[in-house]
């Protein structure tokens, strides 16, 4: 059987459809009934030959996995349709194209997951969210505009796709999912919009090409390794809405030579910088009060370091193997260094201790690093 037509197919209510002709291999094309508005899930999964479906302008829905694995090359989806289900196209590795009618609200999960030949894409005018992983290792789509009444693109929405260079965000979206951009190791740059609250973790984890990247006054944080893996990524700003540098956010940014970090930031945390190995320079603010283990650990182009009064901890080998450190300033604010926070900071000559009022420089070149939590306090 390689062809099916439904046109004027009436079924009682009483039969399952879920599943109906689920690996038919030998299906190559199908015509669905005038008047059918559901399109049930499983129907087609795994009719990996089917290339033509003619759906007609009745269907509104379309259920989860029902074209999953099949061979469709192209598909026109009628301006009734308003619902997508999950996985509803997942790995048709043969789809090239896909335009979504305006009706569309939401995209769900995996809706084209795996279609691993699709390059254009069109969304829908009046989507709101495109959801958790709908766009997930699309291989070989290279850019897409996402439309301004899309308010949340969700977890790993667009994960994996290595040939993502261009993207345009919408004004008025507010969350950038976690890893929603994981991975795309073709993106060069991008404008996060105003009104952008939340960027949550491993965001942007591995975009390996990404050079620049705009971050507006309304963000107000960043998670976990958002970052993470930019070997690009030259310089940034954070803004000043940011309170919290969380852990691993930048860490393995080869190329990061410059950062503005927020005034209000109370913590760095673990991991936050380490491997930014071309960072020279780096000011603390004044706000914070602790600096997590590994924080700029592997940073080996780091020359200068002033910890400002008011850091009580330092943590485990927060600045370990900084080889080109030569000068810190540590306050007396400081309760406790953790173990070997400065071991292997060959070059390090000089630390300044600093009160309220006063200053003390010692020449550290024949003290042992490894131990300095355990001498440093001696010098307050």
């Known amino acids: ?44 999964d795994g009719c990996y030959n089917l290339k033509n479906v003619d759906i007609p302008d009745t269907v509104t829905t379309i259920g989860f996995c029902a074209f999953q694995d099949c061979g469709i090359e192209s598909i026109t989806l009628p301006s009734s349709l308003t619902t997508i289900g999950e ?53 070989e789509l290279e850019s897409i505009i996402i439309p301004d009444s899309v308010i949340s693109i969700d977890e790993a929405a667009f994960k994996g796709c290595t040939k993502l260079k ?12 976690s890893e929603a951009f994981s991975n795309c190791i073709s993106l060069e740059s991008i404008n996060i919009p105003d009104g952008v609250i939340s960027i949550r973790g491993r965001a942007f984890e591995n975009c390996t090409s990404l050079k620049s990247i705009k971050i507006p006054d309304s963000v107000k944080n960043i998670d976990s390794y958002a ?21 691993c956010v930048f860490e393995n940014c080869e190329s990061l030579e410059r950062i503005k970090l927020p005034e209000r930031i109370t913590e760095i945390c673990y991991g936050a910088f380490e491997g930014c190995r071309s960072l020279k320079n780096i000011t603390i603010p004044d706000a914070v009060k602790s600096i997590g283990s590994y924080a700029f650990s592997e940073c080996k182009n780091l020359e200068n370091l002033e910890i400002p009064y008011g850091v009580t901890d330092i943590g485990f ?20 260094i953790n173990s070997y926070a400065f071991s292997q900071c060959e070059s390090l000559e000089t630390v300044t201790i600093i009160s309220d009022c ?17 001498w440093i306090f001696l010098y307050f």
Not at 17 to 42: D, G
Not at 323 to 336: A, C
Not at 358 to 374: A, F, P
């Open 1 to 44: 059987m390689s062809s099916i037509n439904l046109e004027n197919l009436t079924m009682p209510e009483s039969t399952s459809y879920v599943c109906l002709f689920r690996n038919c291999y030998e299906l190559e094309s199908v015509k669905l009934p005038k008047n059918a508005t559901i399109i049930h899930s499983l129907i087609f």
């Open 87 to 139: 996985e509803a196209f997942g790995k048709c590795t043969n789809l090239e194209s896909i335009t979504i009618p305006d009706s569309v609200t939401i995209i769900d999960e995996g809706a084209f997951k795996g279609c691993t030949k699709l390059k254009n894409i069109t969304l829908s005018s009046s989507l709101t969210t495109i959801s958790k992983e709908a766009f997930c290792n699309c291989t």
């Open 166 to 177: 261009n993207i345009i965000l919408p004004s008025l979206l507010t969350a950038i999912g």
């Open 227 to 247: 970052f993470d893996g930019c070997k690009k990524l030259k310089d940034i700003t954070i803004p000043n809405s940011v309170t919290l540098i969380d852990m």
């Open 317 to 336: 080998m927060a600045f370990y193997n900084c080889k080109n450190l030569k000068n810190i300033t540590i306050p007396t604010s400081l309760n406790y």
């Open 358 to 374: 006063t200053s003390k420089i010692i020449d550290v070149r024949e003290l042992d690093l490894d131990t300095m939590d355990q």
